[in-house]
């Protein structure tokens, strides 16, 4: 089977250091240098399965109730739903060390319908969003929650690599209201009511409950969403992981990892794609 043209092709400005670079250089010199690297929006494919679990694992780290292999099956499954990034492969790719993985994913955007209770991957979602609410000892909470499963609700998946940088995810979501679309047309169940995600974020590390912790989200678009939120539960994940990638702070502030479960109304997610579009301007050149 052959395999399927690219959604987008766009070239995105990846700002990264150069860790590369030897003592000669000029001082300051490669620091934050721009690196113009050619991406492609594709349809997942059986070959993006590892991936696409690895994207799913820094979500949910060690928790044992999420099936991530599972999820990522489904997603696989959902061919008219969704987006993975891959780096584009041509004749001007220069891939001097060999060790770039044409494979690779580098994010993945998509959304799994939380009312199909039959398969595995959203039963372990159900189980573990109504947990974590639980864990918060407020009944009211743990009702709304409960009542919102039990409608059309959406979960949304918006995970990357921690240097592709926010604008990447307008087009991503821009195309999968897209896609949602034309599936409502075919009388596919991708009509929701709601949506909830997991953000990944940091808060500075204290020692009293007291005190106020400075918090950054690995995906910095992520937090227009929660401004557009009716419910956000956060849980600590320090405890799942020994080397936790996703420190982007100086000055040497100590953070931990945390998690955000954010519930918003389906209708306002083309508004938050315009924020993200206005907040997080690019060049990107199509």
């Known amino acids: 089977m052959s395999s399927r043209p690219p959604k987008v092709a766009r070239v995105i400005p990846i700002d990264t250091p150069d860790n590369s670079s030897s003592d000669s250089d000029s001082d300051g010199e490669q620091e934050g240098k721009e690196i113009q690297v050619e991406f492609e929006a594709r349809s997942p494919e059986e070959e993006d399965y590892h991936g696409i679990r690895r994207l799913l694992q820094q979500l949910f780290l060690r928790n044992q109730v999420v099936n991530v292999s599972k999820m990522a099956e489904t997603i696989l499954a959902q061919r008219y739903i969704g987006s993975v990034i891959k780096q584009s492969v041509g004749e001007d790719n220069d891939s001097d060390d060999g060790e770039d993985d044409p494979n690779e ?3 993945v955007s998509t959304v799994l319908n939380l009312s199909e209770k039959n398969r595995e991957s959203v039963t372990g979602l159900r189980t573990f969003l109504l947990e974590q609410t639980a864990k918060g000892g ?11 499963l039990n409608k059309n609700v959406g979960f949304l ?3 990357r690599f921690i240097n592709i940088p926010a604008q990447i995810t307008v087009p991503l979501w821009e195309t999968l209201v897209t896609e949602m679309r034309k599936a409502k047309d075919r009388n596919l169940p991708f009509e929701f009511g709601h949506y909830i995600m997991i953000c990944k974020l940091y808060k500075t590390k204290t020692d009293n ?4 912790q400075a918090v950054v989200f690995s995906n910095p678009e992520e937090e227009l969403i929660v401004a557009e939120s009716e419910l956000c539960i956060d849980y600590d994940v320090a405890g799942e992981t020994d080397n936790d990638m996703g420190g982007n702070w100086t000055d040497g502030v100590e953070m931990n990892p945390w998690r955000r479960i954010v519930v918003f109304r389906a209708e306002k997610l083309e508004e938050i794609i315009q924020n993200v579009q206005q907040n997080f301007p690019t060049g990107v050149t199509s």
């Open 157 to 159: 998946i918006n995970e």
């Open 105 to 107: 994913v580098y994010a």
């Open 209 to 212: 409950s007291q005190d106020h």
């Open 138 to 148: 407020d009944r009211q909470v743990l009702q709304y929650v409960t009542d919102l």
